[in-house]
């Protein structure tokens, strides 16, 4: 196999970035991090000087090799969609863009912050987060059946009943995807329709399926979240190259998707704004994929033998990466010259991820609260280990995992709606109740006549829960804090410290909540529990 679209070698630290963005280690890597990070420099040393081979549809074999070794990814070309949903996608889209909906995230990636280059929102079923680079993104929901949505404006209402429209489409599209594949694979043929145009015959379940069959597909194409993503590459001058097959600039680098249902299928609407001479894919001097027209690329993870694809997307296309697609093989998106806008609709795994979830997970906590006193004590039901244990770990996920990712985040989300701020506010003071109830085992532990065995079971308990909020708070504190960080730049301490930050509108920037000071009487712990930490490990 020929190597194509190689525009020179890079040197081996340029190639050596994989992930969506690069950044120096701040802390010890997870094991997961660790084996990704092995595996990426033994491809890259048996790389050395050379790219790995990819293919386009300029090249005889591409068809062939993707029904080969790409048989559970499908493109469905502009012309198979409804002219009138494209109109109405497209529209929902530049509607979201001008009220100034999408927003740059500040990710967490190997320890270090760093803004996304794409400009996100998340939008879906209510109340339904989705977690992807260390940041909780939360649903700008859309108009359910039953939902009483409040807007901020009625065109961002328009475009959110338009996004579920959609997600509705290509649900049906990908269940008709889902009985496609599983009919051949029950019928054995070898031949997958991977790339369907408006006639192309549709095979359906037939016979040979049962009920648990249709089940299991409908619920692997039970998208509950869009995340809608917008990128301007001309206002975008530093975008990374892709570092193994030399297919040019990336919008988003080789990644898996995160935190979806097992073998659910992710399915894509793209619309890149495509200037009068964006056509230049025939261009027969033009090596390697034409760099004005936006891409999707695949390669099979960690292998270096079967070529990588590069699919070009125009206006209107989308794809659908099935069953278990997204685990066996990576993708990236490839930018091209002009603005582009997609929709990518998936199954988020939220089982720990939606408010119904958190606001139980509280109330479980607080069944160990007796009725409030008049002079707002806390007293607790009960002392056993297991009940505090529990009750400490609920209080660190309702702070870390939804209190600090939210404001973490600024206000953007009033930008489309006020539906969070009351559950945000709800959460906050169940999570203020916590800390009476963590004060209260505190009052406890120190309290004269409890006996020595029950006084360190209690400690056991609760101090690695203490001592990871300890941890924790610091970190997100400190996020992004640099060497060349002026205090006086930000003086107010409920805004975390980062030089990143500062470059962000005001109704962006990341707030550090809650925070309070060390003399707050409105608070019965302290912010820093350093303090309080020692003192319980100096008790065991």
Known sequence: MQEVGNPGRGNYAARSGEGCYSGSMKRSPTAEEREREAKKLRLLEELEDTWLPYLTPKDDEFYQQWQLKYPKLILREAS????????EVQEAFLTMHKHGCLFRDL?????KDLLTPVSRILVGNPGCTYKYLNTRLFTVPWPVKGSNIKYIEAEIAAACQTFLKLNDYMQIETIQALEDLASKDKSGSDVAPVCMAPDFPRVGMGSAFDEQDEMDIKNRAAYNVT???????????????????GMGKMAVSWHHD???????????Y????????????????LEGRDPDTWHVGFKISWDIETPGLAIPLHQGDCYFMLD???ATHQHCVLAGSQPRFSSTHRVAECSTGTLDYILQRCQLALQNVRDDMDDGAVLLKSLEPAVLKQGEEIHNEVEFEWLRQFW??????KKCTDWWCQPMAQLEEMWKKMEGVTNAVLHEIRREGLPAEQRSEILMAILASLTSRQNLR???????????????????PTWCQSRIARTLPVDQKPECRPYWEKVDPSMPLPFDLTDIVSELKGQL
């Open 80 to 87: 198979s969609v409804p002219e009138e949903l494209h109109k």
């Open 107 to 111: 990710v967490r990636i190997q320890g």
């Open 227 to 245: 995340l809608l993503n917008f990128m301007d590459p001309q206002k975008m001058p530093y975008l990374k190259e892709e570092p193994y097959f």
């Open 258 to 268: 995160e935190n979806l249902v097992d073998r659910s299928a992710v399915a894509v």
């Open 270 to 285: 793209s619309y890149s704004c495509e200037g009068p001479d964006e056509e230049s894919e025939d261009d027969p001097h």
């Open 324 to 326: 278990d697609l997204n």
């Open 408 to 413: 973490f985040q600024g206000n953007r989300y």
């Open 474 to 492: 610091r970190e997100w504190h400190a996020r992004g804090k640099a060497k060349q960080f002026q205090l006086d730049v930000i003086r107010d």
